[in-house]
T-cell receptor
């Protein structure tokens, strides 16, 4: 069965520092991969997605993610975080013609 | 373009009461989903639908029923609410995965906060 793991429940970084959020998936084939962000009290917004091709994917708000097949990972990165990036981030996985499964999320805290 | 709309946004139920949450999308999506979100548990899939007239169980289907009589609507029912069903419920919709990559993402509603006392 497909699954997605986000090992870090909470991450705290200083404003201006770089960020990497980890995501690992379990799947028999190359899945569709997503990162979503949820601001407090809001719904989820898509940051970026990967289906095929270039393994480095650019998203909105300055985020990027890299698909590494050998490590079954799809980590989210940002070179310099802003206070407005404080939110919960969800990695999700799906395969063709199937449902989308989400990880448990990583809550990002920003220190001023 | 309204996207995905959930009603109601808030609800308080007494144990044993029933209710229906409505999700409506205007993007002509085939797939629709109901998730619940609880602290530390992420988003857990309750039920989903791959098209009008079809439904399937997700990870946590017990205590819930769903119906997809029209393509644009996906209803989530609680027949006899329990305190364990206190949660925030999210509906989402998407095109069938495997179609055009540009169109393939899940769009979410704003959520329904349900409290069962």
């Amino acid at each position: 069965a497909q699954s997605v793991t986000q090992p870090d429940i909470h991450i705290t970084v200083s404003e201006g520092a770089s960020l990497e959020l980890r995501c690992n998936y379990s799947y028999g084939a190359t899945p569709y991969l997503f990162w979503y962000v949820q601001s407090p009290g809001q719904g989820l917004q898509l940051l970026l997605k990967y289906f095929s091709g270039d393994t480095l994917v650019q998203g909105i708000k300055g985020f990027e993610a890299e698909f590494k097949r050998s490590q079954s990972s799809f980590n989210l990165r940002k070179p310099s975080v802003h206070w407005s990036d404080a939110a919960e981030y969800f990695c999700a996985v799906a395969r063709r013609d199937d449902k989308i499964i989400f990880g448990k999320g990583t809550r990002l805290h920003i220190l001023p | 373009n309204a996207g995905v709309t959930q009603t109601p946004k808030f609800r308080v139920l007494k144990t044993g009461q029933s209710m229906t949450l409505l999700c409506a999308q205007d993007m002509n999506h085939e797939y629709m989903y109901w998730y619940r979100q609880d602290p530390g548990m992420g988003l857990r899939l309750i039920h989903y639908s791959v098209g009008e007239g079809t439904t399937a169980k997700g990870e946590v289907p017990d205590g819930y029923n769903v119906s997809r009589l029209k393509k644009q609507n996906f209803l989530l029912g609680l027949e006899s609410a329990a305190p364990s069903q206190t949660s925030v419920y999210f509906c989402a919709s998407s095109y069938s995965l495997g179609g055009s990559a540009e169109n393939t993402e899940a769009f979410f509603g704003q959520g329904t906060r349900l409290t069962v006392v």
